[in-house]
């Protein structure tokens, strides 16, 4: 069965500091992998997606995340860091494409000024 | 930009009441999915629904599930005899296929049962 760790519960990192959030994955072939972001009381925002071709994928807002099948790891990285990032980040596997998705359990970020 | 709406936002109920939550996803999309969140819990799936069937579900959603879209722009989700653990975030999510659009995703209805 599919499943997504990511290691950190919580991150907290200056504004303007550099971000890297944590995920691994399991999966059997080559997984469909997204992160996705929520801020309070919002729903699921997709950052980025990966599905095949470049390991290296841009999203939106500045993101971007490396896709390494030798680590099974899919970190989700960001240079600079504003304070509207604080938000709930979850890194997501799928079978095929969108269907029946996995999350993890998310990465809370916390920016201080 | 459209969104995916779902309504109410916070819904609580009894033991054992039947809920209805409902969402309008995206008018073009043709995908339609439920998730859920327990508090402190992942997001797990539910459903998805295709061409007015389910395509896929996962061991959660049992006989006390239900989904439909009853009139073409509505996709409800029906829980019959809810119980406590049934109290989470249910999020509805729509796309326009399988593969390669994005999931929109609602704000979510909070469901408390007492």
């Known amino acids: 069965a599919q499943s997504v760790t990511q290691p950190d519960i919580h991150i907290t990192v200056s504004e303007g500091a550099s971000l890297e959030l944590r995920c691994n994955y399991s999966y059997g072939a080559t997984p469909y992998l997204f992160w996705y972001v929520q801020s309070p009381g919002q729903g699921l925002q997709l950052l980025l997606k990966?599905?095949?071709?470049?390991?290296l994928v841009q999203g939106i807002k500045g993101f971007e995340a490396e896709f390494k099948r030798s680590q099974s790891s899919f970190n989700l990285r960001k240079p600079s860091v504003h304070w509207s990032d604080a938000a709930e980040y979850f890194c997501a596997v799928g079978n095929f494409g969108n269907e029946k998705l996995t999350f993890g359990t998310g990465t809370r970020l916390t920016i201080i000024p | 930009e459209p969104e995916v709406t779902q309504t109410p936002s916070h819904q609580v109920t009894q033991m054992g009441q039947e809920v209805i939550l409902r969402c309008v996803p995206i008018s073009n999309h043709l995908y339609f999915y439920w998730y859920r969140q327990i508090l402190g819990q992942k997001v797990e799936f539910l459903v998805s629904f295709y061409n007015n069937e389910i395509s896929e579900k996962s061991e959660i959603f049992d006989d006390q599930f239900s989904v439909e879209r009853p009139d073409g722009s509505n996709f409800t989700l029906k829980i019959r005899s809810t119980k406590l653990e049934d109290s989470a975030m249910y999020f509805c999510?729509?796309?326009?296929?399988?593969?390669?659009?994005?999931?929109?995703f609602g704000n979510g209805t909070r469901l408390t049962v007492t």
């Open positions: 990966y599905f095949s071709g470049d390991t």
């Open positions: 999510a729509s796309s326009t296929d399988r593969v390669n659009s994005p999931l929109h």
